[in-house]
């Protein structure tokens, strides 16, 4: 924690805001825009520097203009154009370690927007049971609230992040009202073998929901445009066409004259009052590591579940907030594995453009309640298949899966022949807490400004282990049912599960909960133990169902800051 006393506040012209929001990616975004269009004022302080996603961006650069046909490097994991401006698997002078025999990877976006600047944008909703799911098996906990409480929340995230796809009508996938989704995409030919395959075996293969325009948004303030299916989403968006914060959110809550964002200002504590509530926050100047205190009626953390956890931890000993004792804990992950396979049928196929938005048109949504019900599988909750394969402009490496062979006219013709003949089943599953895997302060291990960082603590049960050998056993199976060869060397699930934190869904470290004996916020994110200090990010997951988190997130968000901004109205906060 750091001793020196801060500095008073002189940064974004002495705006004095009612609520401060922590972080401005998915969660911090959504926090600052609700709030802003409520009348409140709202200051944005965030870790990572200022970002421009219309100038800095790489979206209509070819690959051979980069080092290594853009390829990844240790520095650049997602590939030299990837949108990540700052950040990455580890950022200098800020470390994190991990308990002896734990390995859990943590992805930081230190940067204005965070992740939201290039993460997928696949966003399925969770459904009714996965809110209940303790009260269907008996493990973890359940949420305080169900999927109706958060539903209108849901058709109004998808209405104004702008969500393309359809409804399914599935069990437990629940549809969006009409008029809410942006039409979906036509499947590519890939992705119709894929679904004949699965749907040979009975599997389900519907058309998937991504944060990805197909329709412009023509708001006067903020516009953004159709995607136009020139470039990888991950190299960010300048038409605003993938969501990401620094598009919509960040120019939306500015575009209310009530909201300001200091970037380079790393939140180090929440400051209390001797009432009990927080008065404000300490930042310190990334440049120059000064120390500042900014003060408000409400404090909102958005920094993403294990920095806003990291921040509670270091407010105070035994961490602010934390009377439940579950700062930290029951942090999960989805489980991830990939199978891929060449199908002879696909080879030799006949060019044409079918890029599409950068993301798979259709996927595969769990399907196996009732089974599962019956007790005929041997682990607990579902997974999904994000699936892969088409022609595409081919990066570093071999376009055709390293099938191809010989030198000169016979290497070309292979190339010709096998290229865009690939299918790939990425498996993502749901993992249920367990009391080996959290995080919280590293007793010896400081950052370069002094505060404490996080230990991961890091253990996969035999839930996940049998959950992935289900999903590499049907994935080979759709393969298979095609006429295909699995490419993907056979692995033990032990060894084929992706490590902790991989995929990028961390979440739990701050759950909400119906007492402040189990939980650390409501169903509002609302601290119990501090009355003023909300929780918007995935902090607040009482369980992770294999669904991706971020629209869940923003959900959430919006839900709270009604619910916050409503308090703040009535002059209760
Ligand atoms: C490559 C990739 C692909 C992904 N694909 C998907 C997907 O398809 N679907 C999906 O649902 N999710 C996906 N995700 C995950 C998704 O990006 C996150 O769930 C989401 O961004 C979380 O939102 P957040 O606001 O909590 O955190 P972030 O977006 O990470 O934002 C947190 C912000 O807080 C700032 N911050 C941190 N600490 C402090 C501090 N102390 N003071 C001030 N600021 C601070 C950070 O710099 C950051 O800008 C993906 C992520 C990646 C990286």
């Known amino acids: 924690m750091p001793s020196h006393k801060a500095a008073p506040h002189k940064a974004a012209n002495d705006f004095e805001p009612d609520a401060i929001v922590v972080g401005s990616g998915a969660a911090g975004g959504m926090a600052a825009w609700v709030l802003a269009r409520a009348g409140i004022k709202v200051l944005v302080l965030e870790a990572g520097r200022d970002y421009d996603p219309v100038k800095e961006n790489a979206m209509l650069k070819w690959n051979y203009q980069a080092p290594l046909r853009a390829g990844s490097t240790p520095d650049k994991h997602f590939g030299f154009y990837d949108a990540t401006a700052d950040g990455g698997w580890e950022i200098a002078g800020e470390p994190y370690t991990n308990a002896p025999g734990s390995v859990f990877k943590w992805w930081r976006s230190r940067m204005l927007g965070g992740r939201t600047n290039h993460w997928g944008r696949h966003v399925p909703r969770f459904g009714p049971y996965d809110f209940k799911s303790h009260s269907r098996d008996g493990l973890g906990m359940d949420w305080p609230i169900s999927y109706d409480d958060i539903a209108p929340w849901y058709d109004r995230t998808e209405k104004i992040v702008g969500v393309s796809g359809a409804n399914s009508g599935l069990e437990n996938h629940p549809d969006s009202s009409p008029g809410v989704l942006q039409p979906p995409t036509p499947p590519r030919i890939n992705e119709l073998a894929i679904k004949a395959g699965a749907n040979a075996l009975g599997i389900p293969c519907v058309p998937s929901r991504y944060a990805v325009l197909t329709r412009d948004i023509p708001d006067d303030d903020v516009p953004r445009q159709a995607c136009f299916y020139a470039s990888p989403c991950g190299r960010g968006c300048a038409i605003g066409a993938a969501f990401q914060s620094t598009t919509s959110f960040l120019p939306m809550a500015i575009a209310t004259g009530k909201a300001r964002i200091l970037t380079d200002a790393m939140v180090s504590r929440v400051v209390m009052g001797a009432d009990g509530k927080a008065t404000g926050v ?184 049998r959950q992935i050998a289900h999903g590499i056993a049907t994935a080979r199976a759709i393969i298979e049912k095609l006429g295909g060869t699995v490419l993907t060397p056979q692995l033990p699930p032990e060894e084929a599960i992706a490590v902790g934190g991989w995929i990028i869904h961390e979440v739990g470290t701050t759950r909400m909960g119906t007492s402040a004996d189990n939980s650390v916020t409501d169903q509002y994110g609302r601290a119990w133990d501090v009355d003023n200090l909300v929780i918007a990010d995935g902090g607040v997951f009482t369980s992770n169902a294999h669904k991706n988190p971020t629209l869940t997130i923003m959900a959430l968000a919006w839900r709270s800051m009604d619910h916050l901004a409503a308090r703040m109205r009535k002059g209760e906060v």
Not at 302 to 325: F, I, P, Q, V, Y
Not at 350 to 371: C, F, M, S, T
Not at 431 to 453: H, T, W
């Open 282 to 465: 300490e930042y310190l100047d990334r440049h120059t590591g000064t120390a500042h205190f900014i003060k408000a009626r409400a404090v909102v953390l958005a920094a993403s579940a294990c920095e806003t956890a990291r921040l509670l931890l270091n407010s105070k000993d035994g961490g602010l907030a934390n009377s439940s004792g579950q700062v930290g804990r029951n942090l999960v992950d989805t489980t991830g594995t990939n199978v891929s396979g060449h199908i002879p049928a696909l080879e030799n196929r006949p060019r044409y453009n079918e890029d599409g938005k950068d993301v798979a048109h259709l996927y595969i949504p769990w399907w196996l309640y009732k089974e599962q019900a019956a007790g005929k599988l041997d682990f607990p909750r579902g997974y999904h298949y994000e699936i892969g394969g088409r022609f595409h402009a081919p990066g570093a490496g071999s376009p055709a899966a390293g099938l191809e062979d010989g030198y000169g006219a016979p290497l070309k013709e292979d190339a010709r022949r096998y290229y865009g003949a690939q299918i790939s089943l990425t498996v993502r599953g749901e993992m249920i807490p367990n009391a080996d895997s959290y995080c919280e302060l590293d007793p010896q291990v400081k950052d370069r400004f002094g505060l404490p960082v996080l230990r991961f603590h890091w253990k996969f049960s035999d839930h996940e282990y």
